[in-house]
């Protein structure tokens, strides 16, 4: 019976620790997947979006005086630009961050708003979604050229890895972000 026992004490500590062995291996690939696919995401966005400036026009937010060097580069927290004519008026694209709703992994998310502007200035359509959650920082360097032309437009994006399946585990696992740079000119001159 004693032998019983003890047989079955060993089995118990042998299950304990192979369970939090199991455990920690699954939470490593939680980390890990969190990380890869946020890292994924974060690039595709950042891609889309310099592709935005390459082939927009009419850039805002612009300096009261391009000549002016403390206001010329300037940081913003949007850009706005025109992506030229379309049935009923004028495409018109602005990225901008916002604060994150209550509770989310980290304070900013970055939006897409794309408005229709026929020619009296009217909005006709308006269309906002977010592009990318998770950002604990997010600024648009603006440097024009006389006129004023956007010169370059660099993007600074730090986004915080986070997997939307599992809420219980985001903050309590890692703290790791993932910093994106572009810098990015214009292929058109503003009009």
């Known amino acids: 019976m004693i032998e019983v026992l003890v047989s079955l004490m060993i089995t118990g500590l042998l299950l304990t620790a192979t369970l939090s062995a199991l455990d920690a291996s699954f939470k490593s690939y939680q980390i890990c997947t969190e990380s890869a696919s946020t890292n994924v995401i974060a ?3 950042m891609q889309r979006m310099s592709a935005l400036v390459r ?3 009419d850039f805002g937010p612009y ?3 391009v000549l002016d060097a403390s206001a010329n580069p300037m940081d913003s927290t949007f850009m706005e630009f025109s992506m030229g004519p379309v049935a009923g008026g004028t495409r018109i694209v602005r990225l901008e961050r916002r604060a994150a709703a209550t509770g989310a ?3 900013f ?3 897409y708003v794309e408005q229709v502007v026929d020619g009296a200035g009217a909005i006709t359509t308006n269309e906002a979604r977010p592009l990318l959650t998770g950002l604990t920082e997010l600024n648009f360097n603006l440097e024009y050229d006389v006129g004023p032309r956007l010169k370059r437009a660099t993007i600074d994006l730090t986004v915080r890895p986070n997997d939307f399946q599992d809420a219980s585990l985001k903050t309590e696992l890692h703290t ?3 910093r994106l740079v572009s810098t990015v000119s214009p292929r058109k001159l503003d009009n």
Do not use: K, Y
């Open 105 to 107: 992994v980290a304070p």
């Open 43 to 45: 690039r595709t966005v």
């Open 176 to 178: 790791d972000t993932i």
């Open 109 to 111: 998310e970055l939006w």
């Open 55 to 57: 082939t927009g026009t």
């Open 63 to 65: 300096p009261d005086d």
